[in-house]
C-alpha cells in the first residue's frame, strides 16, 4: 500500500496541488450554493434548476471559447490562472450576496471562467505525449482534482458543523463562502507559479470540423456588439456542413449526441439530489455535504481502476457499462421514492452514493479519451470545448425541466426521466465504434501508416 501510494506520487507533477486546492474551492461550493438557495434565500427546487440552467449557459459558451482561445493563443498558463482568480473573487461575493438575482449572477461569472480549466489542464497533461498514455495521465489529473473535490466536502461539512454551533447556520453558511473565495485566489496563486509555461503543439493547421465551426458561430452570435459582426450567411454554410464527413471521424455525430442526451439523464438526477436529502429526507446541511464527500473519494478510489479497464476493454465498452449501471441506480431510485415516503437506511443511501461516484469515474475518464482520439491534433482544444459545451447543453435542458418537474411532479418522476435519457444514450452509442489507438508523433501528426491494427487501450 505504501509502495503504491509513493508510486502514485512520483507520478504527479507539482502543478496538479493547484488543481487540487482549486477543486477543493469547487467542491465546498457545489453543494453550498444549493443549501444557500434554501437556507440564506428561501427558494425551491424550481429556483435551483433556473440557477443550474442559467449557470449552464455560459458554462457552454465559455466551453466553445475558451479552448479555441488556448489553441490561437497557443498558450495554456493563463487560462488556468485566470479560472481560479476569478470564481474565488465571485464566492467572495456570494458570501455577501442578499437576492436570488445576485447569487444567479455570481454563479454565471463563475462557471464561466471555471470552464477554461476543464478545457486547458487536460491539454496541457496529453500534449507530446504518446497517445498510449493519455487515459493514465488524465485518470491522474482528475484523481487530484476528485481528491480535492473529497476534502471541499469535508471543509464544508466541518465548517457547517462546528459554525452552526458558534453561530447560526446563516453566518457559518456566509463565512463558508469567504473562506473558499481566498482558497480561490490561493489556488491562482500557487497556479501561477507551477503551472508550465507550455505551447501548444506546433501542427499544420486544417479547416475545422463543421461541427467545431458551429459552435464557434454560435459563440459569436452570443458576442454581438461593436467589435464582433456576426455573419448570419457563414452559419447557413456551418449547418449545411454539418451533413458532411470532411473533418469528422466515424462516429463522431452519434457520439456527440449520445453525449448530450447522456448528461441531460445525468442533470435530471444530479442537479435536485442535494435538495432531495435537504427537503424531502430533512437531513441537516453538513450530513448532506457528507454524502457527496462519500460520492466523491469514490471517484478518487476508482480512477485508478477505470484506467485499467479502459486499457483492457476499451473506452467505449466502459464508458456503455458506466451508463448502465447508473441507469439501474436511477430507475431503482425512482421506483423506491414512487412506492414509499421513508427516507431510505443510511447504509442503502451510502451504498448508492458509492455507487454513484465509482460509475462517474468510468464515464468521465473515457470520455473525455473517446473525444481526444476522435479530433484531429489541430482542433484537439477546440474539440474538447465543444465535449465539455455539449455535456453543458444536456446539464442547461436537465435545469429547468428537473426543478419544475420535481417541484410539481415529485423527485420519483425527475429521476425516472433520468433513467430514460441513460436508456436512449446507450442505444444512440451502438453506432459508435472504438476509437483506434494513435501514437503521435513529435510535432504533433498522426502516423502515416492509418490503416494499421489499433493498439488495444
Not at 449572477?105 to 464561466?112: I, K
Not at 423527485?411 to 459508435?432: E, H
Request: charge should be positive; aromatic fraction near 8%.
Amino acid at each position: 500500500m505504501r509502495r503504491s501510494v509513493r508510486g502514485w506520487w512520483r507520478e504527479g507533477e507539482s502543478w496538479y496541488a493547484s488543481v487540487g486546492l482549486a477543486n477543493l474551492v469547487l467542491g465546498t461550493s457545489s453543494i453550498l450554493i444549493p443549501l444557500a438557495l434554501k437556507s440564506l434565500l428561501h427558494r425551491s427546487v424550481d429556483s435551483l434548476g433556473v440557477l443550474s440552467s442559467l449557470v449552464s449557459v455560459v458554462g457552454v459558451l465559455g466551453s466553445l471559447a475558451w479552448g479555441r482561445l488556448s489553441d490561437v493563443a497557443r498558450r495554456r498558463k493563463p487560462f488556468i490562472v485566470l479560472s481560479y482568480a476569478v470564481p474565488g473573487a465571485c464566492l467572495l461575493l456570494m458570501a455577501f450576496a442578499r437576492t436570488f438575482e445576485s447569487l444567479i449572477l455570481l454563479n454565471m461569472a463563475l462557471n464561466l471562467f471555471w470552464v477554461a480549466n476543464a478545457s486547458v489542464t487536460v491539454l496541457i497533461v496529453i500534449e507530446n505525449r504518446d497517445a498510449r498514455d493519455w487515459e493514465t495521465k488524465i485518470g491522474h489529473l482528475n484523481q487530484v482534482g476528485a481528491l480535492g473535490w473529497v476534502f471541499g466536502l469535508l471543509l464544508g461539512s466541518a465548517a457547517l458543523a462546528v459554525g452552526g454551533r458558534l453561530v447560526d447556520e446563516l453566518w457559518a453558511l456566509r463565512a463558508t463562502f469567504a473562506l473558499i473565495g481566498v482558497g480561490g485566489f490561493a489556488a491562482a496563486a500557487l497556479a501561477a507559479r507551477s503551472v508550465p509555461s507550455t505551447r501548444a503543439q506546433e501542427v499544420e493547421a486544417s479547416p475545422p470540423a463543421p461541427s467545431v465551426a458551429l459552435g464557434s458561430a454560435l459563440v459569436d452570435l452570443v458576442l454581438l456588439g461593436p467589435i464582433r459582426r456576426f455573419d448570419a450567411r457563414r452559419l447557413g454554410r456551418q449547418l449545411r456542413g454539418l451533413g458532411r464527413k470532411r473533418d469528422l471521424a466515424p462516429g463522431t455525430k452519434p457520439f456527440l449526441l449520445a453525449t448530450v442526451v447522456a448528461y441531460l439523464g445525468l442533470g435530471l438526477f444530479g442537479i435536485p439530489l442535494p435538495l432531495l436529502l435537504a427537503e424531502r429526507f430533512l437531513l441537516p446541511s453538513s450530513v448532506v455535504f457528507l454524502f457527496f464527500a462519500v460520492q466523491n473519494a469514490a471517484v478518487v478510489v476508482a480512477y485508478p481502476w477505470a484506467s485499467r479497464r479502459i486499457k483492457e476493454s476499451g473506452n467505449l465498452r466502459v464508458q456503455r457499462g458506466a451508463l448502465a449501471v447508473r441507469l439501474v441506480l436511477f430507475a431503482t431510485a425512482a421506483a423506491t421514492l414512487a412506492l414509499t415516503k421513508a427516507v431510505p437506511p443510511i447504509p442503502i443511501l451510502v451504498a448508492a452514493f458509492v455507487v454513484y461516484g465509482l460509475t462517474w469515474s468510468t464515464f468521465q475518464l473515457s470520455g473525455t479519451a473517446i473525444t481526444s482520439r476522435l479530433a484531429k491534433p489541430e482542433t484537439r482544444g477546440r474539440a474538447l470545448g465543444l465535449y465539455n459545451g455539449l455535456a453543458g447543453t444536456g446539464w442547461i435542458l436537465a435545469g429547468v425541466g428537473s426543478g419544475y418537474m420535481a417541484r410539481w411532479a415529485g423527485y420519483q418522476a425527475t429521476f425516472a426521466a433520468s433513467a430514460v435519457c441513460l436508456l436512449v444514450a446507450l442505444v444512440i452509442l451502438r453506432w459508435v465504434p472504438e476509437p483506434r489507438a494513435t501514437t503521435l508523433g513529435p510535432a504533433g501528426e498522426e502516423p502515416e501508416d492509418r490503416d494499421a491494427p489499433a493498439e488495444a487501450v
